[in-house]
């Protein structure tokens, strides 16, 4: 709801800080005091020092960097290809097929993420598929837990296509494949970057299943993280969240700048 007298915006505002500042901000500006500090000091970090980042940029925790980033790509990669492929079936079903079809893709998020990692770990145990102790499983889980959010995202901008457009190219004769190539996923483009950036932001972020999967060699980020906190090294476990925020926030830049070229064109 828009507000547009003067009292009314500052009251808008006011209930903004008080909700965002406790809630959210807060939160972060803490982890980060930590990630520079040593020891506490009743209820606030204290202690200032950067040998915390020391730890955090180089050794397990650059290798651990290294896994969660080829991670992310990997599994935002597959999750755009088969939830954008999805989508566009979908929007060629009837209602009855694309209620069916949105359901089976929504399920991986409607259930906790530590299910999805116990079916995959149940489902690629045995052979002929045998995932379990290789990297691959990980990327797997992650690609299933991502795909949902590239396929809500492509199916709502297709539902805002005009059809003009492809409707002008196969006039004109252009096939179907190339109506879709040249004409329907340009117009997606600025859909698509967005879907990517949000895959591989959840990609970087997930714990639950990765817990459940990973093997020692393919150890992500949350996950030294979180052993890291749990042996009682909160200091230095703050500063490698603090790079791992750093890092998936320069990246959704990058992805949001690709998007306003995209939308400009």
Avoid at 9 to 26: D, E, R, S, Y
Avoid at 154 to 162: E, H, K, N, Q, Y
């Amino acid at each position: 709801m828009l507000v547009h007298s003067r009292t009314g915006k500052w009251a808008t505002w006011a209930l903004f800080l008080v909700l965002f500042l406790p809630l959210f901000a807060l939160p972060m500006l803490v982890i980060v005091a930590a990630s520079f500090s040593t020891h506490w000091s009743g209820a606030f970090p204290s202690g200032a020092t950067t040998g915390n980042y020391g730890a955090a940029v180089r050794g397990e925790s650059l290798q651990a960097l290294t896994t969660s980033l080829v991670t992310a790509v990997v599994a935002s990669v597959l999750a755009l290809v088969l939830g954008s492929w999805a989508a566009l079936a979908a929007a060629a079903l009837k209602k009855r097929g694309k209620r069916v079809l949105d359901a089976l893709f929504m399920l991986p998020v409607a259930v906790p993420s530590v299910v999805v990692g116990l079916a995959v770990l149940v489902a690629f145990s045995q052979p002929p598929f045998l995932l379990n102790g290789t990297r691959w499983i990980v990327v797997l889980a992650h690609t299933i837990l991502v795909t949902a959010f590239a396929y809500q995202s492509v199916s709502a901008a297709i539902v805002r296509l005009d059809p003009v457009y492809e409707q002008a190219a196969a006039s004109l004769g252009a096939r179907p494949a190339h109506v879709l190539w040249r004409v329907k996923l340009p117009l997606l483009l600025p859909s698509l970057n967005a879907a990517a950036g949000l895959c591989f932001a959840l990609s970087m972020g997930e714990l639950s299943a990765t817990m459940m999967l990973y093997p020692p060699d393919w150890m992500p980020l949350p996950v030294q993280i979180f052993t890291a906190t749990d042996r009682g090294s909160l200091f230095t476990g703050s500063a490698v969240a603090v790079v791992l925020m750093g890092t998936t926030l320069l990246v959704l830049l990058a992805v949001s700048r690709i998007r306003t070229r995209a939308s400009y064109r």
